[in-house]
């Protein structure tokens, strides 16, 4: 779990409350585990706080707990974090004594909210910065809608003076509610610091909870300096406590994405009607259009345009290539390669392992899983390819496929360079098509054939003059 931290910086350990049950959510499943860009909210905050050089990430569990800690113990960027669990959940401030024993005196502490996703790096270390091993410094921001969130007190005639308080909704005046700058829930607080004000909480308010905010009150009355960070980026600070919430944020979090893409010169034909959820590296030139979806590692080379509604995953589409509307590429763990100026689709399936080489024809409704197809290979209609290496220049017919399967195990097809296979033909594997070889079309194909040799394998035609088709017998 450790790793270096900044230079001339005390080192920085981060709590991540992640124990709520999410009842707004109205489903079985752990808020903080809900997904945002096809992840799961916490693991969002958990790779931001690695990113600031955390030393120790505890995630606060409750609601649950088994869940979540199976759930993020691969689900974050390189690290799994340790695990403090809150049972029963008496409120904020009793979360973090959970994550006491995981914190050492000599750093700075920073809590996070696991449903707050997409907190920004540069707010955190400016956060750290405020805090200096030595203030408590509190993240806020104004906002024109404060219902429900603690508020910052300030010193009396001061708007920008010094913090003295955070005052709870439900424990708050008339004249207190009126107040429009909020605490986030993120603060930065010496370790040291922190550990003493946990064993001075109580639980004497209208919740019946013991407050993480009350350790302001203590740091005032301890002489401790209170700073206020304030971020102008409500973006960055919006929790997720409902369906519409989770809705609205993946769209903002989308449009985003969207924007950094634009700003590197990708073209994309409408921001509101694109996804990303997962990394997406692209070239000049890339155009992309409407409702497509890319998740995993995707990469697109310089000219690269994908058609209208396509998903695409775990893949690299190299220079030039065209992915038509409504392909789907799923590369899963083993990947797909698209090589330079391919064609794929419309209605194509490329499944983990389909390696295509350069100017590779994949039509509709073609589907090719674990094989690999060399420079030229075309198969444009109506076609699979499983388990199958395909040559240079094969012409590939509507309707045939490579049966790979024997009911028990899979088996391998090779086609070699320049060879034709006809319409609706199957290639029963193992078997090896010779170079320069031709199908006749409609042939079942259980024997490995000679370079250049045409096989034909199928009934002899019988026609049956004047015959006459069954009729209905008469209603009675």
């Not at 990430?57 to 088994?66: D, L, P």
């Not at 993120?186 to 993480?212: C, H, I």
């Not at 075309?378 to 076609?383: M, T, V």
Request: charged letters at 20%.
């Amino acid at each position: 779990m450790n790793q270096t931290p900044q230079q001339n910086q005390e080192p920085i350990d981060v709590v991540i409350m992640a124990a709520g049950k999410g009842t707004r959510m109205k489903s079985s499943m752990p808020k903080v585990l809900h997904r945002l860009g096809g992840r799961a909210l916490v693991a969002h905050v958990i790779d931001t706080a690695t990113r600031i050089g955390a030393r120790n990430i505890v995630v606060v569990t409750g609601h649950g707990a088994a869940d979540v800690e199976a759930a993020l113990e691969g689900a974050a960027a390189g690290r799994a974090p340790a695990f403090a669990r809150q049972v029963p959940q008496l409120g904020t401030g009793h979360a973090v004594q959970q994550a006491v024993p995981h914190l050492p005196d000599d750093g700075t502490v920073v809590v996070l909210s696991g449903d707050v996703p997409l907190i920004g790096e540069s707010t955190l270390r400016a956060l750290v910065a405020q805090s200096a091993g030595r203030r408590l410094a509190l993240l806020t921001i104004r906002t024109p809608t404060p219902k429900g969130y603690g508020r910052i007190l300030r010193a009396e005639g001061q708007h920008d003076g010094d913090v003295l308080a955070i005052v709870e909704e439900k424990d708050a005046s008339e004249a207190q509610r009126a107040i429009d700058e909020i605490y986030t829930g993120v603060m930065a607080v010496p370790s040291r610091l922190l550990k003493a004000w946990l064993t001075r909480l109580d639980n004497k308010n209208a919740q019946g909870e013991f407050y993480l905010t009350d350790v302001v009150g203590f740091a005032s009355v301890d002489g401790v300096p209170i700073v206020a960070h304030r971020t102008e980026d409500a973006i960055e600070v919006l929790g997720v406590n409902s369906p519409s919430q989770l809705a609205a944020l993946e769209r903002a979090f989308q449009l985003r994405q969207a924007e950094a893409l634009m700003a590197q010169g990708v073209r994309l034909a409408d921001p509101a009607r694109f996804d990303l959820r997962g990394t997406l590296a692209c070239e000049a030139d890339v155009e992309i259009d409407v409702n497509c979806v890319f998740e995993g590692a995707v990469s697109l080379g310089a000219g690269v345009t994908v058609g209208a509604n396509c998903v695409i995953a775990n893949a690299r589409i190299e220079t030039g290539s065209v992915i038509h509307p409504f392909t789907h590429i799923d590369g899963e763990k083993a990947g797909v390669t698209v090589g330079a100026g391919s064609l794929v689709g419309p209605f194509a399936r490329l499944r983990p392992g389909a390696r295509l080489g350069p100017e590779v024809h994949i039509g509709n409704f073609v589907e090719v899983k674990n094989s690999t197809l060399a420079a030229g290979a075309k198969a444009n209609h109506l076609a699979y390819l499983g388990d199958a290496t395909v040559g240079e220049r094969v012409n590939y017919g509507a309707g045939s496929i490579t049966a790979n399967y024997d009911g028990a195990n899979k088996h391998r097809t090779i086609i070699g360079d320049d060879v034709h296979v006809g319409s609706n033909c199957v290639l029963v594997a193992p078997v090896t098509i010779g170079a320069g070889g031709t199908i006749g079309g409609g042939s079942t194909v259980t024997k490995s054939t000679e370079p250049g040799a045409l096989t034909i394998s199928r009934a002899r035609q019988t026609s049956f003059p004047n015959w006459q088709r069954p009729k209905k017998a008469p209603k009675t």
